[in-house]
């Protein structure tokens, strides 16, 4: 109970204290990685656009964004991005590979190049889900709340079970001062049981007083008793 808790006012210090720089605040984060590329089970659509990719792509380019995934787990930002971006040159059009990109450029803070990435994206598949939640990501890393809602509201009642969207949603609730849907949202990611920052959690009324802790502080004592706690 005592790491819930701690947890628990982690996660209001974040909404307390706002993003920081987002070249900082992207890299701490360990969801904000290129898995959000998949289309996960939950989500309401799996276009045609990526079920071909599986035919249409060549083979090198599709090997080359696995690499680019795989590099991207095991902590190594730069070789993703070098296969992400040698995937795309092989084929231009394979967009899970072009959101990888938009994933790279979100890690090191370069928001306006991750937005003509998912530009892109969105015009070779506009029924591509994971492209949302990454422009949705992007937008709270600006500061842009109220599109990040937008977004992420629109995105999870297609595909509830992102949970980083989810996350980020109730985030950007929270800033907005909208503690009853934070609140719900908040509850729904307990109840999904899918993201360890929210899972489990007693919740206290919304809103009550945090000290100022910044948001790496909060963030990386978070990713830390994350790491430390276990499922039952």
């Known amino acids: 109970m005592r790491s819930e808790s701690m947890t628990f006012i982690l996660f209001l210090t974040l909404a307390a204290a706002g993003p920081a720089a987002p070249e900082d605040s992207a890299l701490r984060d360990p969801a904000v990685n290129m898995e959000l590329t998949?289309?996960?089970?939950g989500d309401a659509v799996v276009s045609l656009a990526?079920?071909?990719?599986e035919t249409t792509v060549p083979k090198e380019a599709r090997k080359l964004y696995e690499k680019?995934?795989?590099a991207d787990r095991q902590g190594d930002r730069v070789r993703a991005r070098e296969y992400a971006l040698a995937a795309i040159a092989l084929a231009p059009e394979f967009f899970q590979a072009r959101a990888a990109v938009a994933v790279a450029h979100l890690q090191v803070g370069e928001l306006?190049?991750?937005?003509?990435?998912?530009?892109?994206?969105?015009?070779?598949?506009?029924q591509y889900l994971p492209a949302r939640e990454i422009r949705g990501l992007v937008h709270f890393f600006r500061g842009d709340f109220q599109m990040a809602v937008v977004i992420l509201e629109g995105l999870l009642k297609q595909a509830p079970c992102r949970e980083t969207g989810r996350y980020y949603l109730t985030q950007s609730l929270l800033q907005l001062g909208d503690q009853a849907r934070a609140r719900y949202h908040?509850?729904?990611?307990?109840?999904?049981?899918?993201d360890k920052r929210l899972r489990g959690l007693q919740i206290?009324?919304?809103?009550?007083?945090?000290d100022?802790?910044?948001f790496h502080q909060g963030t990386d004592a978070i990713s830390r008793i994350d790491r430390g706690r276990r499922d039952p």
Do not use: C
Request: hydrophobic share 40%; net charge negative.
């Open 112 to 126: 306006d190049a991750a937005d003509r990435e998912l530009d892109i994206v969105e015009s070779l598949n506009p």
């Open 186 to 194: 908040f509850e729904m990611a307990r109840t999904l049981g899918r």
């Open 38 to 41: 998949r289309t996960t089970h």
């Open 50 to 53: 990526e079920l071909a990719t």
């Open 68 to 70: 680019a995934l795989k």
């Open 212 to 214: 100022g802790a910044s």
């Open 204 to 210: 206290p009324e919304l809103g009550t007083g945090v």
